[in-house]
């Protein structure tokens, strides 16, 4: 009895600590940190709960190659990490499209008109001839300071060619400085759209030169992140604009959260109510349910999203299902006559193809979600598929392990056991 | 206990009927579309001071030069939704005009009631839509060919059949109902009806788990009474799970934001038809499946 006992309070223990860490994490000295789910690091929440903006873009063009796409991925990474946002997200939405997701900003506007450029930059003269494109640019940068000769400060974009390049620009500044008046200029054109046209006076023998327009900040840094990024193999058009504010995503979690906590304190108290002593085993379950789910979330760093939180909270009430079931199978066998340690071993005997049949079509769903589904439904899959499977695990083994120690502390009244009088009801 | 095989005539009929409106409702009425299938603009509003919707619909419509597709106020909280133009071609165009109506509405809003707080934005592209949709479908089908071949596996080719009418039945009925009430559906609509196809058969799988059992002990019973004991056998168990469910996922209805209580709606609704089908509709018809093939045999 009294290693029963022990056994019991070991688990309780065990199952405390893990709240511990699914709450705080784990750290070992330097070298192991497992960040928990109230830790900065721990749990990444999803656009919809901590606000920030979703834009989608498609490729123009049939059947682009995969690598063209990932040409294009590693484009946008570069455009967003430049323009300030390098905690944005990229990732490939079936075979043309493209979702960027940028965390923390709700104008996203601007920043998709300039991220969805093509970035084709010419240098051309009056008549049209291309003199240099955007491939013999070496790098760009976005500068502040005077820029004519009354000394006005101003935004503009500084570039630097490559060796061929600058000896392009040589011969054709050199050809252009001989023009007559409004011919010796170059159109600086960036998509078909022109930003400058600077008179050239005299041949220019220098490997860098710089744009000037009506920049803002803004303007030149996305315009030298375009210019440095390089061409991209195809237009992209956008799709999909999506955003979030801060509030509304914190209201969201807020609410959903207090909600998860009463309807788990509700199910808990259910639980408790119907099948007493084997519903509080179901409870203390339910906990290592939630904690292990915490733990998963941090520390796979799964992004959470507002289905997502939807999907742990109806796996709350899925997971005492199968404790349902196993409890129900047990009160049968204890009402056959059998003692309390026969009717749980076959309880949990037969009721184990039922509960591994029934969860698996639910399996079957969720990876269906999680294999095929886009944004927030991705999201909710994962969240489900985690719910459904460790709910399993929890309620079959750590349930069991529980009650068996409960039947070595010699709890036999079937009072505890969900039946109302023994003698009643035993046929 | 239950007489479900007995009274199969009413309990058959009932949800016979009920999906033979949702099918007709489907086929002439349809879906109300939300932005996310239909393309169009989604943006929320916080508006301060106080407002009524049929204000904020009328001061929408006047811009756009037509009604809005929905105008929903939840406490300080307004939802408009439009359309695009019909006469754009290119997604660049329509998405333009979305874009472009969105700043004159942002500016018709200000000037009415003052502080007015864009929080929620989307902007989706007709063709998006008809991807989602597409995909949707593509993913349901997928999900129910996996379970019918994992029932056939592990009972029989009878209870896979059997378990996808009661899906089919579960899946008809929560579209019907969305498509009568003009409820509008959402990408969330998706992940919730897939949520249905997977969890509400836990329930059938439980019962043909039961008749599984039933069937290896007892020789001389009808195919009948073993599903109609079976069944009976399970009903708490069926009624509690559902509760406990339904204990949470109605919290997040009752608590939620506006768009995840549109995502715990169907599940609400699917857990309810789901627990009808697999308690009064699943044992009836695989019992009068069997129970005829054994009378075929006879003769």
């Given at each position: 009895?009294?290693?029963?006992?022990?056994?019991?309070?070991?688990?309780?223990?065990?199952?405390?600590?893990?709240?511990?860490?699914?709450?705080?994490?784990?750290?070992?000295?330097?070298?192991?940190?497992?960040?928990?789910?109230?830790?900065?690091?721990?749990?990444?929440?999803?656009?919809?709960?901590?606000?920030?903006?979703?834009?989608?873009?498609?490729?123009?063009?049939?059947?682009?190659?995969?690598?063209?796409?990932?040409?294009?991925?590693?484009?946008?990474?570069?455009?967003?990490d430049?323009?300030?946002?390098?905690e944005?997200?990229?990732?490939?939405?079936?075979?043309?499209?493209?979702?960027?997701?940028?965390?923390?900003?709700?104008?996203?506007?601007?920043?998709?008109?300039?991220?969805?450029?093509?970035?084709?930059?010419?240098?051309?003269?009056?008549?049209g001839?291309?003199?240099?494109?955007?491939?013999?640019?070496?790098t760009?940068?976005?500068?502040?300071?005077?820029?004519?000769?009354?000394?006005?400060?101003?935004?503009?974009?500084?570039?630097?060619?490559?060796?061929?390049?600058a000896?392009?620009?040589?011969?054709?500044?050199?050809?252009i400085?001989?023009?007559p008046?409004?011919?010796?200029?170059?159109?600086?054109?960036?998509?078909?759209?022109?930003?400058?046209?600077?008179?050239?006076?005299?041949?220019?023998?220098?490997?860098?030169?710089?744009?000037?327009?009506?920049?803002?900040?803004?303007?030149?840094?996305?315009l030298?992140?375009?210019?440095?990024?390089?061409?991209?193999?195809?237009?992209?058009?956008?799709?999909?604009?999506?955003?979030?504010?801060?509030?509304?995503?914190?209201?969201?979690?807020?609410?959903?959260?207090?909600?998860?906590?009463?309807?788990?304190?509700?199910?808990?108290?259910?639980?408790?109510?119907?099948?007493?002593?084997m519903?509080?085993?179901?409870?203390?379950?339910?906990?290592?349910?939630?904690?292990?789910?915490?733990?998963?979330?941090?520390?796979?760093?799964?992004?959470?999203?507002?289905?997502?939180?939807?999907?742990i909270?109806?796996?709350?009430?899925?997971?005492?299902?199968?404790?349902?079931?196993?409890?129900?199978r047990?009160?049968?066998e204890?009402?056959?006559?059998?003692?309390?340690?026969?009717?749980?071993?076959?309880?949990?005997?037969?009721a184990?193809?039922?509960?591994?049949?029934?969860?698996?079509?639910?399996?079957?769903?969720?990876?269906?979600?999680?294999?095929?589904?886009?944004?927030?439904?991705?999201?909710?899959?994962?969240?489900?598929?985690?719910?459904?499977?460790?709910?399993?695990?929890?309620?079959?083994?750590?349930?069991?392990f529980?009650?068996?120690?409960?039947?070595?502390?010699?709890?036999?009244?079937?009072?505890?056991?969900?039946?109302?009088?023994?003698?009643?009801?035993?046929? | 206990?239950?007489?479900?095989?007995?009274?199969?005539?009413?309990?058959?009929?009932?949800?016979?009927?009920?999906?033979?409106?949702?099918?007709?409702?489907?086929?002439?009425?349809?879906?109300?579309?939300?932005?996310?299938?239909?393309?169009g603009?989604?943006?929320?509003?916080?508006?301060?001071?106080?407002?009524?919707?049929?204000?904020?619909?009328?001061?929408?419509?006047?811009?756009?030069?037509?009604?809005?597709?929905?105008?929903?106020?939840?406490?300080?909280?307004?939802?408009?939704?439009?359309?695009?133009?019909?006469?754009?071609?290119?997604?660049a165009?329509?998405?333009?005009?979305?874009?472009?109506?969105?700043?004159?509405?942002?500016?018709?809003?200000?000037?009415?009631?003052?502080?007015?707080?864009?929080?929620?934005?989307?902007?989706?592209?007709?063709?998006?839509?008809?991807?989602?949709?597409?995909?949707?479908?593509?993913?349901?089908?997928?999900?129910?060919?996996?379970?019918?071949?994992y029932?056939t596996?592990?009972?029989?080719?009878?209870?896979?059949?059997?378990?996808?009418?009661?899906?089919?039945?579960?899946?008809?009925?929560?579209?019907?109902?969305?498509?009568?009430l003009?409820?509008?559906?959402?990408?969330n609509?998706?992940?919730?009806?897939?949520?249905?196809?997977?969890?509400?058969?836990?329930?059938?799988?439980?019962?043909?788990?039961?008749?599984?059992?039933?069937?290896?002990?007892?020789?001389?019973?009808?195919?009948?009474?073993?599903?109609?004991?079976?069944?009976?056998?399970?009903?708490?168990?069926?009624?509690?799970?559902?509760?406990?469910?339904?204990?949470?996922?109605?919290?997040?209805?009752?608590?939620?934001?506006?768009?995840?209580?549109?995502?715990?709606?169907?599940?609400?609704?699917?857990?309810?038809?789901?627990?009808?089908?697999?308690?009064?509709?699943?044992?009836?018809?695989?019992?009068?499946?069997?129970?005829?093939?054994?009378?075929?045999?006879?003769?």
């Amino acid at each position: 009895m009294s290693r029963s006992i022990i056994k019991f309070a070991a688990m309780i223990l065990v199952i405390a600590l893990l709240s511990f860490v699914a709450l705080y994490g784990l750290d070992l000295s330097d070298k192991f940190h497992m960040p928990g789910i109230l830790d900065p690091d721990g749990v990444i929440q999803g656009l919809d709960l901590k606000g920030g903006s979703v834009i989608v873009y498609e490729a123009q063009v049939e059947n682009p190659t995969e690598e063209q796409m990932n040409t294009v991925s590693s484009m946008l990474r570069t455009r967003l990490d430049s323009m300030g946002y390098p905690e944005a997200t990229i990732t490939k939405q079936g075979e043309k499209k493209v979702r960027i997701e940028i965390p923390s900003m709700s104008n996203p506007e601007m920043a998709a008109d300039s991220l969805g450029a093509t970035a084709q930059l010419q240098f051309v003269d009056y008549e049209g001839n291309v003199i240099i494109t955007g491939n013999e640019v070496k790098t760009a940068a976005a500068e502040y300071g005077p820029t004519d000769s009354m000394g006005a400060s101003s935004h503009y974009v500084s570039l630097e060619f490559t060796d061929e390049g600058a000896q392009k620009f040589s011969e054709a500044t050199g050809r252009i400085a001989g023009l007559p008046q409004g011919q010796n200029f170059i159109a600086i054109v960036m998509d078909d759209t022109a930003i400058s046209m600077p008179m050239v006076q005299t041949q220019i023998n220098d490997t860098a030169c710089i744009i000037t327009g009506d920049f803002t900040s803004e303007a030149a840094t996305n315009l030298a992140a375009n210019i440095k990024s390089g061409q991209l193999p195809f237009t992209l058009e956008q799709v999909e604009l999506r955003s979030v504010s801060a509030t509304l995503g914190e209201t969201a979690l807020k609410t959903s959260l207090i909600a998860g906590l009463i309807g788990f304190i509700l199910v808990m108290l259910f639980m408790l109510l119907i099948y007493r002593l084997m519903g509080l085993v179901a409870d203390i379950a339910l906990l290592l349910y939630v904690a292990l789910t915490g733990i998963l979330l941090a520390t796979l760093h799964i992004n959470l999203t507002l289905p997502g939180i939807a999907g742990i909270i109806l796996a709350i009430g899925m997971a005492v299902d199968a404790n349902v079931v196993i409890f129900e199978r047990i009160k049968e066998e204890l009402k056959l006559g059998k003692t309390v340690r026969a009717a749980v071993d076959a309880g949990f005997n037969r009721a184990l193809t039922a509960v591994i049949d029934s969860n698996i079509t639910t399996i079957i769903a969720a990876v269906i979600l999680l294999w095929l589904g886009t944004g927030t439904i991705k999201g909710f899959g994962t969240t489900l598929l985690i719910g459904v499977v460790l709910s399993m695990i929890s309620a079959i083994f750590v349930t069991k392990f529980l009650l068996k120690q409960m039947i070595g502390m010699n709890v036999k009244n079937l009072w505890f056991y969900g039946i109302k009088k023994a003698k009643e009801e035993v046929k | 206990m239950l007489n479900i095989t007995g009274n199969k005539k009413i309990y058959l009929t009932i949800p016979a009927i009920l999906v033979i409106i949702s099918i007709v409702s489907l086929i002439f009425v349809g879906f109300n579309l939300d932005t996310d299938f239909a393309g169009g603009m989604a943006v929320t509003y916080k508006i301060e001071s106080k407002f009524t919707t049929e204000d904020v619909t009328k001061t929408v419509a006047d811009v756009l030069g037509k009604a809005p597709t929905s105008v929903q106020a939840s406490g300080d909280e307004v939802v408009v939704k439009f359309g695009y133009d019909n006469n754009l071609k290119t997604d660049a165009e329509k998405s333009d005009y979305a874009l472009g109506k969105l700043e004159e509405i942002s500016k018709a809003l200000n000037e009415k009631y003052g502080s007015v707080v864009e929080t929620n934005k989307d902007v989706i592209s007709p063709s998006t839509g008809k991807e989602l949709a597409s995909n949707a479908l593509w993913m349901s089908i997928l999900s129910v060919i996996l379970i019918l071949i994992y029932i056939t596996f592990r009972f029989e080719f009878v209870s896979g059949v059997v378990a996808v009418l009661c899906l089919a039945h579960d899946v008809l009925l929560l579209c019907g109902i969305y498509s009568i009430l003009n409820i509008s559906i959402d990408v969330n609509f998706i992940a919730a009806v897939l949520t249905v196809l997977g969890y509400s058969i836990n329930n059938t799988i439980v019962i043909f788990d039961r008749i599984r059992e039933n069937t290896r002990h007892a020789k001389k019973q009808t195919y009948a009474e073993i599903a109609n004991n079976s069944v009976n056998q399970t009903l708490f168990r069926s009624l509690n799970t559902t509760i406990t469910t339904l204990l949470t996922i109605g919290m997040v209805y009752i608590m939620g934001v506006t768009s995840i209580k549109a995502f715990a709606m169907p599940i609400i609704i699917g857990i309810l038809v789901g627990t009808y089908s697999s308690i009064f509709v699943a044992g009836s018809i695989w019992s009068m499946w069997r129970d005829s093939a054994v009378k075929a045999k006879k003769n």
